[in-house]
């Protein structure tokens, strides 16, 4: 086994840069996608399968990325996914059928959830751990994430163009929303330009084949895939898109007020990823992550209860303060419980599972916001996330990382 640290700020300038073009597109879908195919006529439940096919999407590219992108290349793999995002987004542009739409979420790996959890971000979090020591390790992916909630708080923010072109230029609905388009374009070419100037530093040469995996990281990486699974089946019920639209059926939010909402949640995300490392180096990764998700989920399945739009934003605001503290100390947890040879795979199986999870969810969600109650998936999202964190607890308390020992 063969490995080339990445040692070019370069290249960790180039990872950096092409995650916050990703995000910022993760942004702006998650603020206007819905509301996008709302003006062209589709139902929720018609966008809620949209959602789920390009989580699907993502699902297949994280498991290609977890069994071969080390030997196919990480680089070559990083610029086949690029090249595939580019491909979806012509499609997203030039067409309004639906089947073409699901074909072009498919191939695409669109994300409308408004988090970044697919294939670059697999990768990407198997590679930056590789030029750092277990103890700067955590600090290193809080930055990594700083980097993709602060492209996706822009994303959130410039959610509010179509609303600006249809006041000031009196520019007609469809004709606004078409924009997003055009920039989430651009923006996967943006990405893949970055990709190409990559070095041979972010390659790993001679992959770990999943049966030389130890019997010890098999067992971790299986179990955390079943724990991380469920948590995703219940983050389904909640992306951002269909948030955006719940907002919008419950007070009458649109873009003009959606946008501004995100962009400041997407900013608590950012800064609470750096108290996070700090918090993890007082209490232990694990703990980080089970004591800080309860409370933000518990402001979750408050906001259908709020009698009001300040009183429910403040309520979601609170949340993404605390909800997300887990991102960095879950990726750095999962590299640090396992071999270095076995970090892409223990990322990709993860990961994968994950998306998996949240294929299922945002069909159900849709329908029923459709035919129930428009704050089941709020409710039901939230509780099951709190199962979640106890049986994290439960089963992963006492195997510590290296710099907890």
Known sequence: MKFSPLKSPTDRGLIYAAAFLRALAIGLLGVLFALTLAARGLRAGEIGALVAVGIA???????FVGFWADSFGRRNTLLLLSAL?????????ISQSFIVLLAACFIGMVNAMGRERGAFFTLEQA???????AAGRTHALAWYNVMIDAGQATGALMGGLP??????WAVPEVQSYQTLWWIYLALALGCLLLYTRLSTAVEIHGPMPWHQVSKNSRSIITR?????????LAGGFLPSS??????FKRFGVGEELAAPLFFFSHIANAVSYLVAVRLARRIGLVKTMVFTHIPGNICLMAIPFAPSLPIAALLYFLRECLVEMDVPTRQSYVMAVVAPGERTMAAGITNMTRLCAWTVAPTLAGLAMQSAAMSVPLVLGGGMKIVYDGMLYYSFRSIKPPEEL
Do not use: H, K, N
């Open 57 to 63: 999407g993502c699902a297949c590219g994280t498991f």
């Open 127 to 133: 590679i930056l751990p590789e030029s750092i020591d």
């Open 224 to 232: 955390l895939s079943l724990l991380f699974g469920f948590d995703s």
């Open 242 to 247: 269909l948030i955006a639209y719940w907002f």
């Open 85 to 93: 995002s580019v491909f979806g987004a012509i499609l997203l542009l």
């Open 163 to 168: 609303f600006l072109l249809r006041r000031q």
